[in-house]
């Protein structure tokens, strides 16, 4: 079975600070993919970053980056500069071929983030 | 718009009743995904669908829960005789390949 956890429950900042969302996960398939999902107060999921396991070089977008450790299991996310539109849950993600290419995704409780002015 | 979309938003209901659902995949995505969200948590499968062929069902979905995609097109998720524990937000995505799954914006139940 698959398993993610998002030990932050809940993280407060000042905007221009940096930010670090801790996501760890658990699976025993050697083929796997990983993802960031965001979601605004709207409710709506807006897709982030997808990593497959063979790839674990570090991403960068923007003020977005993620760091990606298979040794320690753990695909954590950073926000550099944060500002208020930041404010939101996060939500890290997993999915494994479960049969019939079923790539379900299997989600972290997430991290609500409160970026303060 | 050319997004998943869900209807209706919003839907409150009293216990007991029938409701259902729709959600309008991504033109010619033939994966099609649902999802319960309730509040705290992170979303969590339900059934999956491939074209019209439901492949997979969560123990999630009990035997009050259906879901159709007929033709392969929109899908349907009905729930009978309701409970104030099926309160929760339904998310639907579809997926054009493995992996690559956009949401809609969910539709929100409310039992009283």
């Known amino acids: 079975a698959q398993k993610v956890t998002q030990a932050q429950t809940e993280i407060s900042v000042v905007e221009k600070e940096d930010v670090t969302l801790d996501c760890v996960y658990e699976?025993?398939?050697?083929?796997?993919?990983l993802f960031w999902y965001k979601q605004p107060p709207s409710g709506e999921l807006v897709f982030l970053i997808r990593?497959?396991?063979?790839?674990?070089q570090n991403e960068i977008s923007g003020r977005y980056s993620w760091n990606f450790q298979k040794s320690t299991s753990s695909f954590n996310f950073t926000i550099t500069a944060s500002q208020v539109v930041d404010s939101a849950v996060y939500f890290c993600?997993?999915?494994?071929?479960?049969?019939?290419?079923?790539?379900?995704?299997?989600f972290g409780k997430g991290t609500l983030l409160t970026v303060n002015p | 718009d050319t997004g998943v979309s869900q209807n209706p938003r919003h839907k409150i209901t009293k216990r007991g009743q029938n409701v259902t659902f729709r959600c309008d995949p991504i033109?010619?995505?033939?994966?099609l995904y649902w999802y319960r969200q309730t509040l705290g948590q992170g979303p969590e499968f339900l059934t999956y669908?491939?074209?019209?062929?439901?492949?997979?069902k969560s123990r999630l979905l009990s035997d009050r829960f259906s879901a159709e995609r007929p033709k392969g097109s929109f899908s349907t998720l009905e729930i009978q005789r309701t409970e104030q524990g099926d309160s929760a937000m339904y998310l639907c995505?579809?997926?054009?390949?493995?992996?690559?799954?956009?949401f809609g914006p969910g539709t929100r139940l409310t039992v009283l």
């Open positions: 995505a579809s997926s054009p390949v493995i992996n690559e799954q956009f």
């Open positions: 699976t025993r398939d050697t083929t796997y993919y």
């Open positions: 990593r497959n396991s063979f790839d674990e």
């Open positions: 993600a997993l999915s494994v071929n479960s049969g019939g290419s079923n790539y379900k995704l299997t």
């Open positions: 033109s010619e995505h033939n994966r």
């Open positions: 669908f491939q074209n019209e062929a439901q492949l997979e």
